[in-house]
RNA sequence: GGUCCCGUAGCCGAGUGGUUAGGCAACGGAUUGCAAAUCCGUUUACCCCAGUUCGAUUCUGGGCGGGACCUCCA
């Protein structure tokens, strides 16, 4: 089944045809890494991850960049006062601009191990990439696309007609909403920097390209080089946040295609952002969620995760704390059928004569029918839960059960909101001391002595713990 | 001001020109010594006003309300 994505650039459904049959390239806008990374980010990394998991679902071999940007993003992009970011957090803290960049990247990492991603096969950062940057900025000078002022080099916007294809932003429009100072260096106010020169700044070098003076790279370049270094002149996909559409984006285009003449990017797809108890986040309002945050709290990675990807990607989502509640409830009811279902295959519970077929396909189908609309996660999810519901109700056969569980292995691998197969007990994980107590409470309940085995049920429950009763006896279960 | 998106039952959120989304919560039932867990069932919505239509929540126009980007931010 072909996959449909919307294309930013066209604002319409577009067939995924790769430019190589088979094999799709996929280029992600990651972290600026000077802070915690938030929710916010990790909406648009998950939406990214679900795609990926999906397109290799559907029988596609995939190759993944996400960069991580240590360097060049300003404060207030391409403007004069703009700081880096990497810089202005060093301000605050005292750490050099290298050893924040070195922390933010690893906490990055370790949220992604938390929200179980499937990790991009190559994750770059913009320092180790400046000499390709600097190759890119030197054709762009030697074709007179790009100038140099006080040692500064810039982007002429002018130079390239179709500037503003993808954000519909035009020239009248950036000028008379400009609320900042006027950079005087700038023969028009959209041209963006390319190298910038500041003695203070602390991540400095030799300029990577003929008549250049020692400086640091512009925040867009950095993606460009990384994106031709892995993937060619040419991807499949490109993604990111709602507000990477412009400037980012819209610069990206102009400087690669003004040095590649090729189209860039066949698919551009933005991540709509995420609201806060229907507030839009952000960090000068300071309401925005880390993702430590959350996990403080006591919710899985897991539980944030479904949260995340639960509404489509093109929708603003609203984050709540009683969201993640309904997460968690949702994938227990999701594990629990998947235990029970367990327990049949493993001869634990007594099978049924269902052998599952008609609805395991009818889920597939449906699953993937979803999917490929525009990744509409939320209908998968509608799929998914309909599978639990006839799984409940079916009788399922051995044979059935493993259908039934191959299924949602399926959709636990492409959506990975779920977790892995249950046990089919997990009694044995469970202290000596709390197992040796099942068999007087059952005694208890066979002599009628109920005060006794409520007293031994409310001692397990205490010890973190929950006695589940079953047809064929009690079992432990942690609370 | 410019560009764009959205407004669905208690809450979150799909979708559709006429037929039950799904999840959570609530309630009823089954089960249980009582519970927990689980299962079954119930709750019939689509901002307002016009228009098109045999019929609109779904299309068109207007209004109201909310949000996003243009500025930090994915």
Not at 411 to 435: H, I, M, Q, R
Request: net charge neutral; proline share 4%.
């Amino acid at each position: 089944m072909p996959i449909r994505l919307h294309n930013s650039l066209t604002r319409s459904l577009q067939e995924l045809q790769p430019l190589v049959p088979g094999h799709v390239t996929m280029y992600h806008c990651g972290p600026t890494v000077y802070s915690s990374p938030h929710i916010g980010n990790f909406r648009s990394f998950l939406f990214a991850d679900v795609l990926r998991r999906f397109v290799e679902d559907q029988g596609l071999r995939t190759t993944q960049v996400m960069n991580v940007t240590d360097v060049g993003h300003l404060t207030l992009d391409d403007v004069e006062g703009g700081e880096d970011k990497m810089e202005a957090a060093s301000r605050k803290t005292g750490m050099t601009a290298w050893d924040i960049a070195k922390k933010y990247e690893a906490e990055f990492h370790d949220c992604q191990r938390k929200l179980h991603f499937r990790l991009p096969h190559h994750m770059p950062r913009a320092t180790e990439f400046v000499p390709q940057m600097g190759r890119i900025i030197d054709d762009l000078l030697q074709k007179g696309v790009a100038y140099q002022t006080n040692g500064n080099v810039y982007f002429e916007v002018a130079k390239f007609a179709e500037y503003g294809k993808l954000s519909g932003k035009v020239l009248d429009e950036l000028e008379s909403g400009a609320r900042v100072a006027v950079n005087e260096e700038k023969k028009d106010p959209r041209d963006f920097a390319l190298w910038k020169v500041d003695p203070k700044h602390q991540m400095q070098w030799d300029a990577p390209f003929r008549g250049g003076v020692r400086g640091f790279p512009g925040w867009h370049i950095e993606c460009s080089a990384m994106s031709m270094h892995y993937l060619g002149p040419q991807i499949d996909i490109h993604t990111g946040g709602e507000d990477n559409m412009f400037p980012h984006h819209e610069c990206e285009i102009a400087q690669t295609e003004a040095h590649t003449h090729k189209q860039f990017v066949s698919i551009w797809m933005h991540a709509r952002h995420l609201l806060v108890d229907g507030k839009k986040m952000s960090k000068s309002v300071g309401n925005f969620f880390t993702v430590e945050d959350v996990l403080a709290k006591g919710y899985s990675g897991l539980e944030l995760r479904y949260t995340l990807i639960r509404v489509q990607y093109r929708q603003s989502l609203n984050f709540t704390l009683a969201g993640l509640d309904e997460a968690r409830a949702a994938i227990g009811r999701v594990q629990q059928c998947r235990q029970k279902l367990v327990r049949v295959r493993d001869g634990l519970d007594r099978a049924g004569p269902d052998d599952m077929a008609a609805a395991t396909s009818s889920a597939n189908e449906r699953f993937t029918a979803v999917l490929s609309d525009d990744l509409n996660v939320s209908e998968a999810l509608a799929v998914v839960f309909d599978f639990v519901g006839a799984c409940n109700k079916a009788a399922a056969s051995v044979v059935g059960a493993k259908a039934a569980l191959a299924a949602f292995a399926r959709f636990e691998d492409v959506l990975g909101c779920f977790g892995g197969e249950p046990k089919a007990d997990v009694t044995s994980d469970a202290p000596a001391e709390l197992l040796a107590l099942l068999p007087l409470r059952k005694a208890a309940k066979q002599a009628k002595d109920f005060a006794t085995a409520d007293r031994i049920r409310d001692q397990v429950a205490a010890a973190g713990w929950k006695i589940v009763d079953t047809a064929s006896g009690a079992r432990l279960e942690k609370a």
